[in-house]
């Protein structure tokens, strides 16, 4: 990985981070709509912005793996489930969004690597689809 990678990592994890303060935000006044006697402290608060902005900054920063010309697919797919897993199970432990208990961190992991490989097969296909329209159109 290149010192451009990563900036270009650090500039999009930049970029977007933002939006995770903004959803944590609205999921916070959206639960508490629902709930009469909600409380969440100061630091419960400071703590779910921090991960929101975390989470949306590993997200987006991940993105730029795709564009490293000399990485396989299965590389950057790769590199960007690691590190999105550990960011995602991080935020959810540290915040108590799922108890520290190997079966539910067994079914977080699961449920989060199906998910990657699904959106991630998706996208793949839909590429080589519109790689191949766009190939015949040249021809």
Same mark, same amino acid.
């Given at each position: 990985?290149?010192?451009?990678?990563?900036?270009?990592?650090?500039?999009?994890?930049?970029?977007?981070?933002?939006?995770?303060?903004?959803?944590?935000?609205?999921?916070?006044?959206?639960?508490?709509?629902?709930?009469?006697?909600?409380?969440?402290?100061?630091?419960?608060?400071?703590?779910?912005?921090?991960?929101?902005?975390?989470?949306?900054?590993?997200?987006?920063?991940?993105?730029?793996?795709?564009?490293?010309?000399? /990485?396989?697919?299965?590389?950057?797919?790769?590199?960007?489930?690691?590190?999105?897993?550990?960011?995602?199970?991080?935020?959810?432990?540290?915040?108590? /969004?799922?108890?520290?208990?190997?079966?539910?961190?067994?079914?977080?992991?699961?449920?989060?690597?199906?998910?990657?490989?699904?959106?991630?097969?998706?996208?793949?296909?839909?590429?080589?689809?519109?790689?191949?329209?766009?190939?015949?159109?040249?021809?």
């Amino acid at each position: 990985m290149s010192k451009k990678d990563i900036k270009e990592f650090l500039l999009r994890g930049a970029l977007f981070g933002g939006l995770g303060s903004i959803i944590v935000g609205f999921v916070l006044w959206m639960v508490s709509l629902g709930i009469d006697d909600f409380y969440l402290s100061g630091g419960h608060i400071f703590l779910a912005i921090v991960s929101g902005y975390i989470l949306a900054f590993v997200q987006a920063g991940t993105t730029a793996f795709h564009q490293i010309e000399s /990485w396989s697919v299965v590389k950057s797919c790769g590199l960007q489930l690691l590190l999105l897993y550990l960011a995602y199970l991080g935020a959810y432990l540290i915040n108590s /969004w799922i108890e520290f208990r190997w079966e539910v961190v067994l079914i977080f992991s699961g449920i989060f690597i199906v998910t990657y490989l699904l959106i991630c097969s998706i996208v793949i296909i839909v590429i080589k689809c519109v790689t191949k329209k766009l190939n015949s159109k040249l021809k």
